[in-house]
Nanobody, 125 residues
Framework: QVQLVESGGGLVQAGDSLRLSCAAS????????MGWFRQTPGKEREFVAH????????YYADSVKGRFTISRDNAKNTVYLQMNSLKPEDTDVYYC??????????????????WGQGTQVNVSS
């Protein structure tokens, strides 16, 4: 099993920055890549960013490209999401996820095996 714990969410104003962290523990060696997703209540969880533990296969949703940066620190088993130029529409619960295999597209929630509990990000206008 792998446990994921997100942190770093909060309330900010439009244009501000936040950095989310996702600390992984347990059988992290069984995972190959990490992703960030976000979700508004009543809507489907949507892809935000993806990275492998080796630092490759970095992908972003079009809506965050150029503003968000995903990175990882293997020594700390932690993945980060640096969010700059935040907009009110970035308000969501942000989840990190881990995948064991490269089956299916990184874009879909079904490609991931483990999920964190989420951290709330609120961006005021």
């Amino acid at each position: 099993q792998v446990q994921l714990v997100e942190s770093g969410g909060g309330l900010v104003q439009a244009g501000d920055s936040l950095r989310l962290s996702c600390a992984a523990s347990g059988r992290t060696f069984s995972t190959n890549a990490m992703g960030w997703f976000r979700q508004t209540p009543g809507k489907e969880r949507e892809f935000v960013a993806h990275i492998t533990w080796s630092g490759g296969m970095i992908y972003y949703a079009d809506s965050v490209k150029g503003r968000f940066t995903i990175s990882r620190d293997n020594a700390k088993n932690t993945v980060y999401l640096q969010m700059n130029s935040l907009k009110p529409e970035d308000t969501d619960v942000y989840y990190c996820a881990a995948r064991r295999y490269f089956r299916g597209s990184h874009y879909f929630v079904t490609a991931y095996d483990y999920w964190g509990q989420g951290t709330q990000v609120n961006v005021s206008s």
